[in-house]
Nanobody, 119 residues
Framework: QVQLVESGGGLAQTGGSLRLSCAASGLTFSMNDMAWFRQAPGKEREFVAT????????DYADSVKGRFTISRDNAKNTVYLQMNSLKAEDTAVYYC????????????WGQGTQVTVSS
């Protein structure tokens, strides 16, 4: 059974930082591209960042470029999202997702972790 468990969310002030983690089990982590998505209240879920299975490729939404960094540790089956210079509009539930390399669709999702940025 595949499980993706996010942690590290919470309350931060504008301009502050948080680091999200997503621990994966039940899949061959090193064969999966990983991503972070987020969903703000009343809005659709949106892409935040992705990292390839080998860590060679990363991609970011324009709204987070230069502020967020995605990374992974295949030995720990964990993907991270370092979030700096947080803004109120970063407030959302953040979800971790996995897709088998070479596939286009993310098949597995975590339950999400809440990030709230207050001024």
């Amino acid at each position: 059974q595949v499980q993706l468990v996010e942690s590290g969310g919470g309350l931060a002030q504008t301009g502050g930082s948080l680091r999200l983690s997503c621990a994966a089990s039940g899949l061959t982590f090193s064969m999966n591209d990983m991503a972070w998505f987020r969903q703000a209240p009343g809005k659709e879920r949106e892409f935040v960042a992705t990292i390839s299975w080998s860590s060679i490729r990363t991609d970011y939404a324009d709204s987070v470029k230069g502020r967020f960094t995605i990374s992974r540790d295949n030995a720990k089956n964990t993907v991270y999202l370092q979030m700096n210079s947080l803004k109120a509009e970063d407030t959302a539930v953040y979800y971790c997702a996995a897709r088998l390399r070479g596939r286009s669709k993310y098949n597995y999702w975590g339950q999400g972790t809440q990030v709230t940025v207050s001024s």
